[in-house]
């Protein structure tokens, strides 16, 4: 992660208004400070709020991503750790940590597609900081993108579980 820096948008761009999760616009020739750019997407202080705008839209930024490429196993298989060090490339809007150093990953299981030879299937089991987080839907989808990119995975299946409740002392 970089240190702060303040950028000009060079066009019209999507954002979401940490945490609740509220879709915005921020306006071309808007001043904005990115306050971390990790996981592929970038989180900016704009009029006095927190905004998430995504990896693909850091051109209006200024900006490129590069997303770790995953090597495929030789044996077409899938292992865990592959999945864990995907998990490991998503992170919290507001903070610099990771959801598996977060403790929002309660648990994860690669299995043999039923629906793909050859492929397969991830269950996620994980939580949120808070039950009402706006920004949960992002991060779930954030989750199943990182690990759909694992080669020969087929699909991914995220249950969302608030028990037990997620706390301070689940950080690593």
Known sequence: MAEREVVVTNRDVDARIVPAGTEIVIPKDSFVTITQSLGGTFTVSVNGNLARIEGRDADALGKTVEYEEVEAPADGSVSEEQVWAALHQVYDPEIPVNVVELGLIYGCEVKKSTDIADKFDVDIT????????????????????????????????????FEPPWNNEMLS
């Open 126 to 161: 994980m939580t949120l900081t808070a039950p009402g987080c706006g920004m949960g839907p992002v991060i779930v989808n954030d989750v199943r993108f990182y690990v759909e990119r694992v080669p020969n995975v087929a699909k991914v299946e995220i249950d969302l579980v």
